[in-house]
């Protein structure tokens, strides 16, 4: 609750419906580990991302934070092979909170590649 509800606004987490809540709560250790791990996110250097010819889909909700965009402005100017879609009126959470509109987005990416 405390972390969601940081990242995405107070109050959030208990709006979700009960489903939306248990999938979360059913990736809590996931996150635990991410949190405790001494090495969660190994470093990876610029220059090699910026080698990376794979076609690469940068998706993001108009509403994320500014914490969650630092990672995808580094790719978008990074990356050569990219496309860039934003899903509007959503935040970091754009699978749970518009599926209609970031799943179609993927599939889309996937057919042209």
Partial sequence: RILFDSIIGPGIFDSLPD???ARILGNARDMEALCISSNAFPP???????KLEVPTLLL???RTT????????????????REVHVIPDVSHELFVESPEASTP???????KH
Avoid: K
């Fill in 19 to 21: 489903a939306m809540r």
């Fill in 44 to 50: 990876v250097s610029l220059d090699a991302v910026s």
């Fill in 60 to 62: 993001t909700g108009a």
């Fill in 66 to 81: 500014p914490i969650n965009t630092i990672g995808f402005n580094v790719l978008d100017r990074l990356l050569r092979n």
């Fill in 105 to 111: 987005a993927v599939l889309a990416f996937l057919d």
